[in-house]
């Protein structure tokens, strides 16, 4: 099982279950097909969609993430037009839905700071009208836990 974050607009990938024929007993091996977003983190446990994802890269690599933190450093801090004012919950979801911050954008706005991080959380869930995104509220969650 491999963690992957999905760079296309979407990918399908396949979960292997195991499921048993009431008549027969006999155990089989079915494929459930699972569409994964952009910004998404899954986890990919067949080999042949790791391979195909990875042809056509369809994951962000490591190589991604450091360029876009070479980015955010040179455009001063990644955050850039985040509303300073992390008590106006409307300006917060009007940032995330107007502007489309990138997740990293979005958590780098949240520092360290649990209560940044809790107000950024329920603006995602807005601007988002209720499917947030994982990459974005995963971190912020560690980051509201103190962890």
């Known amino acids: 099982m491999t963690e992957v974050e999905i760079r296309h607009a ?3 990938y396949y979960d292997e279950q195991e499921v048993t024929d009431p008549e027969t007993g006999e155990s089989r091996t079915v494929l459930n097909p699972k569409i994964a977003h952009h910004g998404d983190v ?5 080999d042949e969609d790791l391979e195909r994802g990875e042809e056509h890269h369809a994951f962000v690599t490591d190589e991604d ?3 876009d933190a070479e980015a955010e450093v040179e455009a001063g801090g990644g955050a850039e037009g985040t509303p300073s004012e992390f008590g106006d919950h409307d300006k917060l979801v009007e940032w995330i839905r107007d502007e489309k911050p990138t997740a990293a954008q979005v958590v780098a706005a949240a520092g ?12 995602e869930e807005e601007a988002s009208g ?5 990459s974005v509220m995963e971190p ?6 103190g962890e």
Do not use: Y
């Open 112 to 123: 360290d700071d649990p209560e940044k991080a809790n107000a950024l959380m329920d603006a």
């Open 10 to 12: 979407q990918f399908l």
């Open 140 to 145: 912020l969650e560690k980051v509201a836990s």
């Open 130 to 134: 209720g499917q947030p995104r994982k």
């Open 65 to 67: 993430r450091e360029a």
């Open 42 to 46: 899954v986890d990919i446990t067949r």
